[in-house]
């Protein structure tokens, strides 16, 4: 990995969790994903409502 790519993916990082601890979790996927993933791979991630099923079922439960 060159500079260039290392500075996109820790920037993506950073955005990812910015994100998250706004609770935007289907965000701080797409950010991620973004960084990592073709635009082939995003377009079929998002058709199958990836993004938005993981931000629903991946939280942690709040404490009680």
């Known amino acids: ?8 993916v820790g ?3 950073e955005r990812t ?3 998250a601890a706004d609770g935007r979790l289907a ?3 797409r950010i ?4 990592v993933a073709t635009d082939d791979e995003i377009a079929a991630l998002e058709a199958t409502g990836f993004f938005e ?3 629903r ?3 942690r439960p709040e404490p009680a």
Do not use: P, S, T, W
């Open 1 to 8: 990995m060159g500079d260039e790519d290392l500075a996109r």
């Open 11 to 13: 920037e993506a990082i």
């Open 17 to 19: 969790a910015e994100a």
């Open 27 to 29: 965000d701080a996927a």
């Open 32 to 35: 991620f994903v973004r960084a």
């Open 53 to 55: 099923h993981n931000a």
């Open 57 to 59: 079922y991946g939280r």
